[in-house]
């Protein structure tokens, strides 16, 4: 059964339906400049900065954010960064311009964010990060929340590392090392990193015999786990497990073993929809289940509370899972 690539989750910008129409010109302006949702509640207005929404797991983190808002009365503005850091930053610019009652930032880049922090604090508008930290993430654990921040809402993403390395542990030979390759995200998140070394710190742990022969970039998505899982196959056809640092990845990786004829196992990160399917068919060996939308409405209860007695860092459980074990992961994105 060949798996279908996941669909690109960029349809949420407003298209004009007739170049006449004054209303169709605002909004179709409005999602050039990469403003995808804005409610109309009279209540206060709360700004998401989102990496970009043609990622999936940051368009269901919009999601709980809008949804979270709506139920509280308020309204949401979220902005697509699309991958760019000057377009991000000039987004949080633009949304302390604006003074809303607060600002939720998934940041392209943890360090680069730390300005923005500042630049908020410094016009009083509370602002809190979702699902990456602020800082370096090499020096600074997901639970030592960034000055100036109301909260960061997120997984431990070292903790999801381990949570696969003890899915690893399952498939890897006995009797001799094993060989393993790790499909990465993007350079730059916080997450490439992170991820990977919880998995190692899972493996060195239990004392497992493993090297890791190569290491390549996904890119986050399907097409770039494909093209990464083809070209390790090709100098290293005797792969035993690709760890994929993301579900998306790891579908792509599953093509791309098939058609080698590998038997390698594959792991991923995320507890997708497609990824789960792919669990329940047998097509891939398991993953670590995450809940975006719950961390959208994570973040914005940080902002909209304001609950000084509350956690600066808001999670949730994140089990691994199997096909035998797939029931406890419900996917969201």
Known sequence: MR???IPTILCVAVAAVAAASLTGVRQAARAEAGVVSSGKAAGPRYGLSTVGLSYPFAAAIAKGFSDAAARA??????LDAKGDVQKQANDIDDLIAQHVAGIAVMPLDSVVAQGWVRRANAQNVPIAAVAA????PKTRSVEDVYPGLIALA????VAAGRAAGSLALRWLPRGRPARIAIIEGAAGFPE???RARGFRAALDTAGARYDVVASQPGNWTSEGGEAACQNILAAHPDIDLFYNEADDMMIGCA???RAAGSPARMIGVGGSKLGIASIKAGAVDGTVCFKPEALGALVFAALHDKNGAAPRFRTYPIPAVTRATIGECVGQW
């Open 255 to 257: 093509r791309a073993v």
């Open 73 to 78: 009365g308020a309204s949401a503005v979220v």
């Open 133 to 136: 930290l602020v800082g370096d």
């Open 154 to 157: 997120s997984q431990d993403e």
């Open 192 to 194: 490439v990193e992170q």
């Open 3 to 5: 798996l279908r690539p």
